[in-house]
Nanobody
Framework: QVQLVESGGGLVQVGASLRLSCVAS????????MGWFRQAPGKAREFVAT????????SYGRSFQGRFTISRDNAKNTVYLQMNNLGPEDTGVYYC?????????????????WGQGTLVTVSS
């Protein structure tokens, strides 16, 4: 397993952008597909985006396609989530997760390592 630490959350206004980062420990980062999930207040955790081991393939949840972009830098053991045009519905805790597999998994049960989460609050 890898240890994951997210950062970049905070309080922003409607329409703003944020970039979340997640740094992984260890030397095997490139063997993991990486994903982002969100848990809004009072709701279940939901899939946001995932990126393959190489970074060439991505998948997005329906609510996030076109506004959010996931990317990774294997040399820095880091995965990013660029979030644009944020709205109040984007408020929640964003979790980074790692899955030791090919492709772009979207089911959270496929992810074996999770970060502690970073809180994003979008104020109107």
């Amino acid at each position: 397993q890898v240890q994951l630490v997210e950062s970049g959350g905070g309080l922003v206004q409607v329409g703003a952008s944020l970039r979340l980062s997640c740094v992984a420990s260890g030397r095997t980062f490139a063997t993991y597909a990486m994903g982002w999930f969100r848990q809004a207040p009072g709701k279940a955790r939901e899939f946001v985006a995932t990126v393959s081991r190489s970074g060439y393939t991505t998948s997005y949840g329906r609510s996030f396609q076109g506004r959010f972009t996931i990317s990774r830098d294997n040399a820095k053991n880091t995965v990013y989530l660029q979030m644009n045009n944020l709205g109040p519905e984007d408020t929640g805790v964003y979790y980074c997760a790692a899955a030791n597999m090919e492709g772009t998994p979207i089911d959270e049960v496929e992810f074996e390592s999770w970060g502690q989460g970073t809180l994003v609050t979008v104020s109107s």
